[in-house]
C-alpha cells in the first residue's frame, strides 16, 4: 500500500529564509509524487508534481522538490520565503489508477 | 479553467438527519473523488469514481455511500449523519490516464453535524 508521511505538521520561518518542508512515502511500484498548497479558506491547487521524467522538478512561485529514490523523500523548497506563502502544504503519491493518498500536512508561517 | 463547484460551503446538520453532499465539474473528467480533511490528519478519501454508475471504496467509505449518474455530477451521501462526521469535505476531479494526472479541487464544505 502507499502511503505518504510529512515530517512536521508546523513550520516557521522568516521572510526571506529558506523554506524545507519535507516528505517521504512508500510505494511499491514507480510513484507519482505531488506537493499542493492550500491558502486559508480555498481549495487545494496544484503546486508541482513529479512523474519520472525529470528528478528536481520546479513548481508553480518560485517551488521545487527533488526526488530521491534512494531516500524516498520527495522535500519541498523554496530559496527565499515570501508572506504571501503562509498556506498549509499537503505531499501525495498515486497510483496509476489515478487516486492520491495525501500526508498530514504541514502548515507553514512566514514572520516578517 | 477547470472548474469544481461545490453545493454549499456551510452546512449545519441534526445527528440522524441524512445529508447530500454535491460536486460538479466542468472538465469532462472521468475520474470524481471525495476526501474528507481534518486537522492533523491530512485529507483522506472516501469515495471515488472512474466512470457513470461506477464507486470504488477509498480508506474511510464507513457511513457514507455515493451516486454517479451523470459524468459531471458526484454526490456524497451520509445516510444518518453522526457527530464524528463533522468535517471538511472536499471533492475532486481529474481525466483517467495513465497515473500523475493532476487533481482538480472544489473549494469544500464545511459540514457541522450537532
Known amino acids: 500500500a502507499q502511503s505518504v508521511t510529512q515530517l512536521g505538521s508546523h513550520v516557521s520561518v522568516s521572510e526571506g529564509a529558506l523554506v524545507l518542508l519535507r516528505c517521504n512515502y512508500s510505494?511499491?511500484?514507480?510513484?507519482?509524487l505531488f506537493w499542493y498548497v492550500q491558502y486559508p479558506n480555498q481549495g487545494l491547487q496544484l503546486l508541482l508534481k513529479?512523474?519520472?521524467?525529470?528528478?528536481l522538478v520546479k513548481g508553480i512561485n518560485g517551488f521545487e522538490a527533488e526526488f530521491k529514490k534512494s531516500e524516498t523523500s520527495f522535500h519541498l523548497t523554496k530559496p527565499s520565503a515570501h508572506m504571501s506563502d503562509a498556506a498549509e502544504y499537503f505531499c501525495a503519491v498515486s497510483d496509476q489508477g489515478g487516486k492520491l493518498i495525501f500526508g498530514q500536512g504541514t502548515e507553514l508561517s512566514v514572520k516578517p | 479553467d477547470v472548474k469544481v463547484t461545490q453545493s454549499s460551503r456551510y452546512l449545519v446538520k441534526r445527528t440522524g438527519e441524512k445529508v447530500f453532499l454535491e460536486c460538479v465539474q466542468d472538465?469532462?473528467?472521468?475520474?470524481m473523488f471525495w476526501y474528507r480533511q481534518d486537522p492533523g490528519l491530512g485529507l483522506r478519501l472516501i469515495y471515488f469514481?472512474?466512470?457513470?454508475?461506477?464507486?470504488e471504496k477509498g480508506d474511510i467509505p464507513e457511513g457514507y455511500s455515493v451516486s454517479r449518474e451523470k459524468k459531471e455530477r458526484f454526490s456524497l451521501i451520509l445516510e444518518s449523519a453522526s457527530t464524528n462526521q463533522t468535517s471538511m469535505y472536499l471533492c475532486?476531479?481529474?481525466?483517467?490516464?495513465?497515473?500523475?494526472?493532476?487533481?482538480?479541487f472544489g473549494s469544500g464544505t464545511q459540514l457541522s453535524v450537532l
Open positions: 469514481s472512474y466512470d457513470v454508475k461506477m464507486k
Open positions: 513529479y512523474t519520472s521524467a525529470a528528478t
Open positions: 472538465m469532462d473528467h472521468e475520474n
Open positions: 475532486a476531479s481529474s481525466f483517467h490516464g495513465g497515473g500523475g494526472e493532476k487533481l482538480f
Open positions: 510505494s511499491s511500484v514507480p510513484p507519482y
